[in-house]
């Protein structure tokens, strides 16, 4: 089982709608989960940090995450264009790995058409 | 400005030619990290610091090398680069307490071996 999964994408909305991207990890022992987004040609930023399960939002943004599902996710509220880039979920690696190990998913490229 | 810089910026050599990438931060970070990002591979941890004079590998560790001798400084060294690592690299830092992995990353060095 791959680490950190994300769909690869193309997700395509349409401008205003919600984007809902997902996120699976391996390594139960993680604690820190994280979105990263990396428009074409840049470096990846930060956009997200959560650290225990449930909610947070973050203006358009909100991260979900369920310890119990190994399952984190991303909802892009009211998307709009400059939102179109790739999203990457990273995974602080506890089994296996050290504290400053962290493992990222291949991303989910997400696309809003106005 | 709060910023991670990295020289160069690009870089075409030969297999076997020595190189260094520098990468410095100037907002007292004690995590540091060099990534590479290749297609379908996504981005994979090289080495990490958690501080001066403390490294550890990440996920891909063969063929670099680091130190880290200053706070502000995480070199990236190979010493006898080959095609595969034909890549584009990014450095990271963050705090170490409370905010780790809540990375601003550097604009990336593209290294074409040759």
């Known amino acids: 089982q791959k680490e950190v999964e994300q769909n690869s994408g193309p997700l395509s909305v349409p401008e205003g709608a919600i984007a809902s991207l997902n996120c699976t990890y391996s390594?139960?022992?993680?604690?820190?989960f994280f979105w990263y987004r990396q428009y074409s040609g840049k470096s990846p930023e930060l956009i997200m940090s959560?650290?225990?399960?449930g909610d947070k939002e973050d203006g358009r943004f909100t991260a979900q995450l369920n310890k119990a599902s190994q399952y984190v996710s991303l909802l892009i509220r009211d998307s709009q264009p400059s939102d179109s880039a790739t999203y990457l979920c990273?995974?602080?690696?506890?089994?296996?790995?050290?504290?400053?190990?962290?493992?990222f998913g291949k991303g989910t490229k997400l696309s809003v058409k106005p | 400005e709060a910023q991670v810089t990295q020289n160069p910026r690009y870089l075409i050599t030969v297999t076997g030619k020595k190189l260094t990438v520098t990468c410095s931060q100037n907002?007292?970070?004690?995590?540091m990290s060099w990534y590479r990002q290749d297609p379908g591979l996504g981005l994979r941890q090289i080495y990490y610091?958690?501080?001066?004079?403390?490294?550890d590998k990440g996920d891909v560790p063969e063929g670099y090398k680091v130190s880290r001798k200053e706070k502000r400084n995480f070199p990236l060294i190979l010493e006898s680069p080959s095609p595969n690592q034909t890549s584009l690299y990014f450095c990271?830092?963050?705090?170490?307490?409370?905010?780790?992995?809540?990375?601003?990353f550097g604009p990336g060095t593209r290294l074409t071996v040759t």
């Open positions: 990273a995974v602080n690696k506890r089994y296996g790995g050290s504290q400053g190990n962290l493992i």
């Open positions: 990271a830092s963050s705090l170490s307490s409370g905010h780790l992995y809540e990375q601003y």
């Open positions: 907002m007292n970070h004690e995590y």
């Open positions: 610091s958690m501080n001066v004079e403390v490294t």
């Open positions: 390594d139960r022992g993680s604690q820190s």
């Open positions: 959560i650290y225990s399960n």
